[in-house]
């Protein structure tokens, strides 16, 4: 065999090697068998269109989504989902702004079934008859009903509500509580609905009502806040339990798979951890921290994200 002949057969040989190897880059045979980019739908479709994804979020929920001094949105919840903006423009491959529309516990659910916002951060309770209407993200925290009273009160459980003025916020998971033990045990509440949690608050602050029923770390929050512990106390025994997440709309299984797989990222990077040390374990800017370490539950329910990535 001639060397030039030899060095032709080499360099075959050596190059369908290199193919076998997936060391070569695709010609333009192999370019047209390659399979196209996953098409975009729902909010992200949108998000890449407009640019823009809109986030719905509380007025005085405290520490998860309220209004700095500023006016601007802050909170726990406000953290989480700017961290999943991050995570859509990635996707997407673009920078993504941020429009803020505030919604109310009437409001929320129908503001993000109605495409009115993208996302809703608030302090959302995830449960079977709102899945319905909606889709949550994992876990983010964990709450459950409780009374804030003046000091000195004589209502020191539910059953001393018995007569007694009780103030919840519209649209709640508390309202539907209160409800029911109202009926279940017969004691005679005078239930009494604000538009908000402000509102609640103010309503036993002027002595209005007897007793304001909402999520503890919510009646915790608003002390924080209005740095009136001196003044107020939560007490009682858990009347509900309230697992949080980040509202969506239903139908959207390219942002259901984007919220699951960055919530299960954070939690591995210890993310929702840092994040939950800012505003339950730190001063909030008001100056005054809510010193509420992690529940079990959560812990528990951030290991199980962690342990899926794994």
Known sequence: MSTALFSKVFSKAVLAALAAAGCLLAGPAAAQTAPSPVQL?????????????????????????????????????????????????EEVGKTIAIKWVPVTSESRIGAVASGQVDLECGSTTNNLERQKQVAFSPTMFVSGT???????????????????????????????????????????????????????????????????????????GLLAQNKAQADYTVIGEFLS?????????????QLATLINDSFHRLAEDREIERRYQRWFL???????????????????????????TE
Do not use: W
């Open 41 to 89: 739908s729902g909010t992200l479709a949108k998000a890449r269109e407009t640019g823009s994804i809109t986030i719905g979020y509380r007025q005085s929920s405290i520490p998860f989504s309220y209004l700095s001094a500023r006016g601007e949105p802050i909170g726990y919840s406000i953290d989480l989902c700017k961290l999943l903006v991050d995570a859509i423009g």
């Open 146 to 220: 409780k009374l804030m009273v003046k000091k000195g009160s004589a209502i020191k459980a539910f059953r001393d509500l018995a007569g007694k003025r009780v103030v919840v916020t519209a649209g709640t998971t508390n309202e539907k509580t209160l409800r029911d033990l109202n009926q279940k045990f017969a004691l005679n509440i005078n239930l009494m609905v604000a538009p908000d949690h402000a509102a609640s608050f103010d309503l036993l602050a002027k002595g209005q009502a007897d007793a304001f029923a909402t999520d503890d770390v919510l009646l915790y």
């Open 241 to 253: 339990y309230d697992p949080y997440g980040i509202m969506y709309r239903k139908g959207d299984p």
């Open 282 to 308: 730190q001063r909030l800017p008001s100056g005054v921290s809510m010193d509420l370490p992690m529940s079990a539950q959560l812990e528990t329910l951030i290991q199980t994200m962690v342990a899926r």
